[in-house]
């Protein structure tokens, strides 16, 4: 029996799309956002999408708190992408001893 194995290394991190850049963004806006009650009592979160009159749902949770704390979670998700597209975040440097 014969194995292929493969790795692969990068020197950076795969770059996101220009496109990727804008939804991260219209994503990071809570205007976009919505909670809609369900007939069946739960309540859904969606987003709306870019450029058309249309909304995609998300997620469903059982109260509007719930709810708008998924759609704080997402917002603060999508904030933290848009801010490693600068680059590496220095958290601690060292001085010469």
Do not use: C
């Not at 963004?25 to 069946?40: C, D, E, G, Y």
């Not at 998300?58 to 719930?66: L, S, V």
């Not at 709810?67 to 917002?75: C, L, M, N, T, V």
């Amino acid at each position: 029996m014969t194995l292929y194995y493969q790795t692969n290394t990068w020197t950076s991190q795969p770059q996101p799309t220009e496109k990727a850049v804008e939804t991260w963004k219209h994503a990071s806006t809570k205007a976009n956002w919505r909670i809609v009650q369900l007939p069946n009592g739960f309540y859904q979160t969606e987003i709306k999408v870019p450029d058309e009159d249309s909304w995609k749902d998300i997620t469903r949770r059982e109260t509007i708190e719930g709810a708008e704390a998924a759609i704080d979670g997402s917002i603060q998700y999508y904030q933290k992408k848009l801010d490693f597209i600068k680059g590496p975040k220095v958290v601690k440097t060292f001085e010469k001893e």
